[in-house]
């Protein structure tokens, strides 16, 4: 079982203080995930959401500067997205390598033959 830990967005409409509190606090979480198996931390880019010319979030993305649109939440989960199905990948992959071992009914039959 994996567990999957969301970094918070930046929320303001311009740079505050609020903004670098949850840097820490997501750079924090990420530490923490780094001593646990089987989780995973997903990183949303702030990049996706504040503008780089004068560090504001759009209406866009967030109505209220607090909680995403439908633009928003695509922006917020495409990464999200990706990840799983990058994990999905690769459990698949090691699922598929430990059945190549299991030995077939057939094998089991034949092994009972020659008993």
Do not use: C
Not at 21 to 33: D, S, Y
Not at 55 to 60: D, L, M
Not at 64 to 91: A, S, V
Request: no cysteine.
């Amino acid at each position: 079982m994996w567990t999957f830990f969301q970094s918070i967005p930046p929320r303001g409409q311009y740079p505050n203080p609020l903004r670098d509190k949850i840097a820490t606090v997501n750079a924090g979480i990420a530490t923490f995930i780094t001593k646990h198996t089987n989780t995973q931390f997903v990183n949303i880019d702030p990049s996706l959401f504040i503008s780089p010319t004068d560090g504001s979030i759009s209406h866009v993305d967030m109505h209220d500067y607090l909680h995403f649109t439908r633009k928003g939440y695509q922006k917020w989960t495409e990464p999200i997205l990706e990840d799983i199905q990058n994990l999905l990948k690769n459990f698949l992959t090691a699922d598929q390598a430990s059945l190549a071992m299991v030995p077939s009914s057939q094998d089991i039959a034949s092994m009972a033959d020659v008993n």
